[in-house]
């Protein structure tokens, strides 16, 4: 069972490099979900799909984009990355509850 | 005032204590709460969910929900060096959509 996948699970980038964070599910499930989390924080959410051609912000989406490629998959797009943008950060799927975690991509931009 | 606020922590219980957790949350439309546990590294997993008001047991665990008060809560009878954990808190308006977190709890059980 391979449930959520993240991929990678480390990078590091420079100042400005952009990137793209995969994840894709195979529970079948309609929502999905963007984390970051920062050391002694909780989860903040940073956009979220409902369903296949939705995305929707959440608390935190300044400097991210995030595309719905299909009910699979879902991807988070740092364009011009920054230091405060250094995180790990999990994808997410449920139908309802509970929401099923990825193991998480470390982050560190230099 | 944050969403959901949970104390602020670490708690650190001997081996075979009860061990308490809480969380608060503002928006009286939360219809949802669950307890999710994160050991070091690693992603969060569900351990309870509560949604009316009262007590919910499972195990060693039991959630408190009381929606007056706002407030919901995880003891854990019996606690094991294998329960320690950040446990976070998450709210859900709704019965769709997203769910808001706490800054989570660090339980140390001490053998």
């Known amino acids: 069972n391979a449930g959520v996948t993240q991929t990678p699970k480390f990078q590091v980038l420079k100042t400005g490099q952009s990137m793209t964070l995969q994840c894709a599910q195979d529970?079948?499930?309609?929502?999905m979900y963007w984390y970051r989390q920062d050391p002694g924080m909780g989860l903040r959410l940073i956009y979220y799909s409902a369903s296949e051609g939705t995305t929707d912000k959440g608390e935190v989406p300044n400097g991210y984009n995030v595309s719905r490629l299909n009910k699979r998959e879902f991807s988070l797009r740092l364009e011009s990355a920054a230091p405060s943008q250094t995180s790990v950060y999990f994808c997410?799927?449920?139908?309802?509850?509970?929401?099923?975690f990825g193991d998480g991509t470390r982050l560190s931009i230099l | 005032q944050k969403e959901v606020e949970q104390n602020s922590g670490p708690l650190s219980v001997p081996e075979g204590a009860i061990a308490s957790l809480n969380c608060t949350y503002s928006d009286r439309g939360s219809q949802s709460f669950f307890w999710y546990r994160q050991y070091s590294g690693k992603s969060p997993e569900l351990i309870m969910s509560?949604?009316?008001?009262g007590d919910k047991e499972d195990g060693r665990f039991t959630a408190q929900l009381n929606k007056a008060s706002q407030y919901v809560s995880l003891l854990i009878r019996d606690s094991q060096p294998s329960d320690s954990a950040t446990y976070l808190c998450a709210v859900k308006i709704g019965n769709a959509g997203k769910s808001t977190f706490g800054d989570g709890t660090t339980l140390t059980v001490k053998p």
């Open positions: 997410a799927s449920s139908e309802r509850e509970p929401q099923h």
């Open positions: 509560i949604y009316s008001n």
């Open positions: 529970m079948n499930h309609n929502s």
